[in-house]
């Protein structure tokens, strides 16, 4: 990648890339909160940055005046990434999320509970007798793609494939656009596949 413009202003020209950013943002986004709650920089075609929890959940509210069907900050042209509930608006998100809320109900998530707790246990002995570990990718990031990869119907040794494309989607692609399109390209290959096999087969899970 070739070198960057080094950020003088974090407020008016911040860089999601600047080596500051990404090795420790959280002084930078103090700063943000005390002296300037919304940055904005012309990298990246322009984006604007909210710093506060108030600004963010009042912006994911306010579908009137935002969007979410452009969800990805890169350099040059990205693509519309069309991945709905996650990149639709109101009305059409109104008809994902009738489909999805069963699924996450109270009632639907407890009878969860018993098979998360095992696999948690089964990571705590994993890690239990080593001298050093990370507990996020030892622990943390293993619980959730291995309980949703159970909710779809898929091993449990598929979140490691998951959690691999989530880190080549949200981070190693940030800088290099062919790692993202390899990932979506694998995932959309993945999924099709599984909806062939339930099309002949419905009661595979």
């Not at 001298?131 to 793609?145: L, S, W």
Request: with cysteine; hydrophobic share 35%.
């Amino acid at each position: 990648m070739s070198a960057r413009k080094p950020v003088s202003d974090w407020a008016n020209d911040f860089d999601l890339l600047d080596p500051e950013w990404t090795q420790n943002p959280y002084p930078i986004w103090d700063e943000l909160r005390n002296k300037c709650p919304i940055a904005h920089t012309e990298r990246f075609n322009g984006v604007s940055f909210p710093a506060r929890y108030e600004d963010i959940r009042a912006i994911a509210y306010d579908t009137e005046h935002f969007s979410s069907r452009q969800i990805i900050v890169r350099d040059g042209n990205p693509p519309l990434v069309v991945s709905p509930p996650l990149t639709s608006d109101p009305p059409a998100h109104s008809g994902y999320k009738r489909v999805l809320l069963p699924a996450f109900t109270p009632a639907a998530i407890e009878g969860y509970a018993p098979q998360t707790r095992a696999i948690c246990r089964e990571l705590l002995e994993r890690i239990g007798d080593k001298r050093h570990g990370d507990g996020a990718t030892d622990y943390v990031q293993e619980i959730p793609v291995r309980v949703i990869a159970s909710m779809l119907g898929v091993s449990e040794r598929e979140g490691d494939r998951f959690r691999r494309w989530i880190h080549e989607f949200v981070g190693l692609g940030v800088a290099d656009p062919s790692v993202m399109t390899r990932a979506l390209n694998e995932m959309n290959g993945f999924f099709s596949n599984e909806i062939r096999k339930r099309r002949i087969h419905p009661d595979t899970t």
